[in-house]
């Protein structure tokens, strides 16, 4: 199985960006860790990051014709404002794992709503970077647990 690895806008500033939210793993640390997660559960994993809408939208097309099993994503702050997110993904049809560092329903009222939500087979929220982790394995296990029905 192959899965990606989504992460928007910021993420590449994590380790320097608000460590009180965010933590003190940087994005190359983040990298390395989701491969190895990936290589756990016996899956292909690739990262992907950008801080442009356009750029997701296109790799999430992209993913579609690559013939990747599962997404886990965290669209950033384009996960409350980006409709072209949410079409890409339904429009691909990938099972897509929602994951949020930080609790986003306990931060200011823009972040409660998710476009992304509305597409996702699950959303994972403020368990830090280890979100990411629960997320690969719960999209191994869905996927294999929905191949052999
Ligand atoms: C975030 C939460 C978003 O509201 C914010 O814009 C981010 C990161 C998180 O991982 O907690 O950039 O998705």
Redesign the pocket.
Known sequence: MQFLIIN????NMLGIREPS??GSMTYDDLVTSCLGWCHDVGVDGECFQSNHEGAIVDRIQQAFFDKVDGIVM????Y??TSVAILDALKATGIPTVE??????HT?EAF?HHSYVSLAAVKTI??HGVQ?YQEGITWLADYLRAQSKA
């Open positions: 928007g806008p910021n993420l939210i965010y965290n669209p950033a702050a996960t409350h994951v949020h560092i930080s609790d986003v931060r972040r929220i403020g979100g």
